[in-house]
């Protein structure tokens, strides 16, 4: 069973930056995609970025050029760094991590979520 555990969230100022880690049971080279996703109260939950095994990353048009996802190996751990954060990023913050088992499976493990509150 993987597990995610996620940290780094809190209270912050419009403008400023926050950096979340998420770290894995296993090692996160082991996934075929690690990501993050989030939800604010009413709505969905959305990608906010994702990074595929080769190094591929994908992020909603909202956090281009302000959120990073990056990766290290060696501490089994994804990290998320937010910078010039906005109350519209006020989420739950989730991890997520994506191994494909055969051709028709693929098994999605999540973290509890990391809650991020940005002040006006």
């Known amino acids: 069973q993987v597990q995610l555990v996620e940290s780094g969230g809190g209270l912050v100022q419009a403008g400023g930056s926050l950096r979340l880690s998420c770290a894995a049971s296993r090692s996160v080279s082991g996934f075929n995609a690690m990501g993050w996703y989030r939800q604010a109260p009413g709505k969905q939950r959305e990608l906010v970025a994702s990074?595929?095994?080769?190094?591929?990353?994908n992020y909603a048009d909202s956090v281009k050029g302000r959120f990073t996802i990056s990766r290290d190996n060696a501490k089994n751990t994804v990290y998320l760094q937010m910078n010039s954060l906005k109350p519209e990023d006020t989420a739950v913050y989730y991890c997520?991590?994506?191994?494909?088992?055969?051709?028709?499976?693929?098994?999605?493990?999540w973290g509890q979520g990391t809650q991020v509150t940005v002040s006006s």
């Open positions: 990074r595929t095994l080769g190094g591929s990353t």
């Open positions: 997520n991590a994506r191994m494909r088992i055969n051709i028709a499976r693929i098994d999605d493990y």
